[in-house]
């Protein structure tokens, strides 16, 4: 507990003074938007809208659909909206990271031209300064790799989604501003990353796991790459609200984390002792830190345990707890988190009743193999 809140001090003072790599955006940086999209045809038009009305020279940024193992007008509706359709039918391998694999290993020819390619997944919203913003990113020396804010859109609906704010706000903000200023990496998020054109066409998409985009990132990581994180552009989705669609997500997540544990801890705790220490120091720090909930009602645990030994302590874990309810205040001060957001802090003891019994079901449940996408609304009985 005394190791994570350390490590949680340190990425917190950094979050407060990174800097996201700032160069000269190049007159002909040409930007391709891939969107792997399975039976999204209700909602596929609107991200490729989005994506026509971006900021910058528009004949500069492409867009192009992947319509993965698609039975409904998914192709048909992206075409309409102006996007290159790449169509993939293999029911045999199912997958986003599968799908991703597919288009960036069949239609080099198509990507290879343009200065770098970036992945928006088919239900989230773009800020307008998208394009410009990772053109401003990559213009800046060594940097290949860029991951932008992934965030909640409604957090003010109710306490659930308060709390999926909070915690996009610590895991998707604090720690890899934190991180990145630390010298470490940024983790991806499966939407909103970008990468240069040669880096991702040589490598395609390797990860096919139920962690695909945290597996890629760790991959990189383990080859020498790092993610730099920008929050001046953002992609952003809504909390789901279905109990089904709530777990599936949550499960997925965690069992995906669970899995990189045990392939990647002792890798990175044995690079720690090489040349370059630093990177993979903080990538074995952060495979050691638990889901948010967990660390939290542990704290919590250890506080209640040495107040019961000493005064002395207590003391120790009163900082410890202090350290990451700071944390977590940061991150949403840093993010400009409605009021309300604030207000439903005391929710955490509810939320935790619920999560704590899924993280026991996932470490000691089967996993499933592969990707398991989250259900639409639409697809929900009422």
Known sequence: MFLVAGYFLVITFGALIYKSPRGNISDTFSLAILVPAHNEGSQIETIVQSI???????????TFVIADNCDDDTADMARTAGATVFQRHDLENRGKGQALDWCLGNHQDELRIFDAIAFVDADMEITSNFATELATCFGAPNVDIVQTLNIVSNPTTNWRCALGFMSFAVINHLRPSGRCWLGGTAELKGSGMAFRSHLILKYGWPAHTIA???????????DGHRVHYTPHAQVTSPIPEHKVQIETQQSRWEGGKQSLFKKYFPLFLKKSFSSTPVKYMDATMDLLVPPLTALIAVAGLCLAGSLAVSLTWGAVMFACVAVIGIAILTSLIQLRAPLKVYGYIAAIPMFMLWKIPLLVRVAFGKQEEGWQRTPRDNELDD
């Open 212 to 222: 695909e985009d945290s597996e890629f990132g760790k991959q990189l990581l383990a």
């Open 52 to 62: 026509r009305d971006l900021e910058g020279d528009s004949d500069a940024v492409e």
